[in-house]
């Protein structure tokens, strides 16, 4: 990492690490599939990556090589675009599965999740239009958006019923 990026100090309140068995091919999908900027890298003596970090929009994922021996994490990230059918479509394209085709709720967001080459769990979001408490409400009562959160919630099953419990 070069000396500005060391000592930048604009930080987001929570930063999600990521941990894999192949950082540097994590952080090409990222690039691909989400527009992130790679800020750099920081290698071990053994060639692994011991830090990395990109931005994507405001926020930066910090990552890094975990060990052979640990068992895989799976992270959950929401990332908020503008157009989150585009998004979702160019993760497919980058090598991602889809969880959830995008799918618009009763609140006004359009989203769908996608599973990375690395098993981490992206909800792709964007606003679709404002929708006020009172037409949420009411929303919230009628049968496409009551599908709409169905699907939601059981669009994760088939991944995450074969993830092995700890």
Do not use: C
């Amino acid at each position: 990492m070069n000396e500005s990026q060391v000592s930048e100090t604009v930080n987001r309140t929570v930063t999600p690490w990521i941990t894999t068995q192949s950082t540097g091919k994590l952080i090409d999908f990222l690039t691909n599939a989400f527009d992130a900027q790679e800020l750099g890298r920081v290698y071990t003596p053994d060639g692994t990556i011991g830090h990395a970090e990109v931005r994507i929009g405001d926020s930066k994922i910090l990552m890094f090589d975990s060990a052979p021996e640990w068992p895989p994490f799976i992270s959950f990230i929401r990332l908020y675009v503008d157009d989150s059918d585009a998004f979702y479509a160019r993760a497919i394209k980058a090598g991602a599965v889809s969880m959830t085709e995008p799918t618009t709720m009763a609140w006004g967001e359009r989203g769908g999740r996608v599973v990375d080459p690395f098993g981490n769990i992206w909800w792709i979001t964007s606003k679709a239009e404002d929708v006020s408490s009172e037409e949420m409400i009411e929303r919230s009562q009628q049968q496409a958006y009551i599908d709409a959160m169905e699907y939601a919630q059981t669009s994760f099953n088939p991944l995450m019923a074969n993830v092995k419990k700890g």
